[in-house]
């Protein structure tokens, strides 16, 4: 049974940083891409940022882009989302996801066959 299970969330002010991780388990990922996407409340689940797991190369949304930066450990299947100068916009459930396709459409939610529960952000002004 895949499961993917997020960690390190909580508040912070504006400006810090935060480390969430997302722990990967129940298959082999060599192929799949790993994705973070965010929903604020009242609003619609978006695309962060996603990592290839065979290649380490990432795509990020522009709203984060120089901001977030995905990583992982070589032999560990633990993905990693780096959130630094973070503002109050950037407040949401956070959620990894696993699946298989093109890195055209590591954006889209169709892609992503396996979802974490997701754990909370908040950015305090």
């Known amino acids: 049974q895949v499961q993917l299970v997020e960690s390190g969330g909580g508040l912070v002010q504006a400006g810090g940083s935060l480390r969430l991780s997302c722990a990967a388990s129940g298959r082999t990922f060599s192929n799949y891409a790993m994705g973070w996407f965010r929903q604020a409340q009242g609003k619609e689940r978006e695309f962060v940022g996603a990592?290839?797991?065979?290649?380490?190369?990432?795509t990020y949304a522009d709203s984060v882009k120089g901001r977030f930066f995905i990583d992982r450990i070589i032999g560990k299947t633990t993905v990693y989302l780096q959130m630094n100068s973070l503002r109050p916009e950037d407040t949401a459930v956070y959620y990894c996801?696993?699946?298989?396709?093109?890195?055209?459409?590591?954006?889209?939610?169709?892609?992503?066959?396996?979802w974490g529960r997701g754990i909370q952000v908040t950015v305090s002004s």
């Open positions: 996801a696993a699946g298989r396709g093109s890195s055209d459409y590591y954006a889209a939610q169709r892609t992503y066959d396996y």
């Open positions: 990592i290839s797991w065979s290649s380490s190369s990432t």
